[in-house]
């Protein structure tokens, strides 16, 4: 069956995205309302937009994009969610990026998965402490809304699937080794299973509304991916595409008391 085991891995690494601890510090204050509001949305239309004016140049903008800001967000999650180690991210970010860029196959793709994780961490770290909880929540169904209108309603999304997998990277060598073209880390490529990197912000961004209450997120971790294992059923016969941002909606409603009265 096509979902075991790609799919159900990409579930699986959303909902692990709520349960970790990426928000060091709780915040009251509503500076970062607009943020919360607005960003995930506009994350969206940023990239989708940007594919759909400049087209190749557009995803080639994305790549180069990914490639450079994705391991150095990924290296800072320690120190901006405040781990004890926080030099552990860094190492292992650098790690991450040379077996992306050096190995081929599954191997490369895992650890392409677990730099695009480690970032979108970072930036929910970032995000949370200034954003009130119910303001990111209501951002979040936002981007869920888009996402499902961009997927259902028009064909912008396939496009510009379609586009950053035939964007490319110039290949470099490692001394007088194989040069090998540079990790793109645009997307979360999985097997025959993929998503953007807005299926991974999302439920980073679930964790920093729910906070550092652990049995929450746990219990959201828990739901988001089964939810989004029971949705990716509808790829069986019903349909090739899904905004796969919607199953954190089922997280948001599991832990609502909790948020709303932060």
Do not use: E
């Not at 998965?113 to 209501?138: D, E, Q, S």
Request: glycine content about 12%; hydrophobic content about 55%; aromatic content about 8%.
């Amino acid at each position: 069956m096509f979902l075991i085991p790609w799919y159900v891995t990409l579930c699986v690494a959303q909902g692990v995205l709520v349960v970790l601890p990426a928000v060091g510090r709780d915040s009251s204050s509503r500076r970062g309302a607009l943020v919360g509001l607005v960003g995930p949305a506009a994350a969206m239309v940023v990239g989708v937009g940007l594919v759909t004016l400049l087209g190749g140049a557009g995803a080639s903008i994305l790549t180069w994009l990914g490639t450079i800001a994705t391991p150095v967000l990924a290296g800072s999650l320690g120190w901006i969610a405040r781990w004890r180690w926080p030099a552990l991210t860094a190492v292992a970010a650098a790690g991450l990026y040379v077996a992306a860029w050096q190995t081929s196959g599954r191997s490369a793709q895992i650890a392409a998965m677990l730099l695009i994780g480690g970032a979108c961490l970072a930036i929910a770290g970032f995000v949370g402490p200034i954003t009130p909880a119910r303001y990111l929540a209501i951002g979040i169904v936002g981007l869920v809304v888009l996402d499902t209108y961009l997927v259902f309603g028009t064909g912008q999304v396939a496009h510009t699937t379609v586009a950053l997998n035939h964007a490319t990277l110039p290949p470099i060598s490692v001394g007088t080794g194989q040069a090998h073209p540079l990790p793109g880390l645009q997307q979360v490529d999985l097997g025959n299973s993929s998503m953007g990197w807005l299926d991974f912000l999302a439920p980073a961004l679930l964790g920093a509304v729910i906070g550092r209450q652990t049995r929450p997120r746990v219990v959201a971790g828990l739901v988001v991916a089964v939810a989004a294992m029971l949705f990716g059923l509808l790829l069986i016969d019903v349909t090739s595409k899904l905004p796969a941002t919607v199953p954190v909606l089922a997280g948001l409603a599991v832990t609502w008391r909790v948020w709303w009265y932060r």
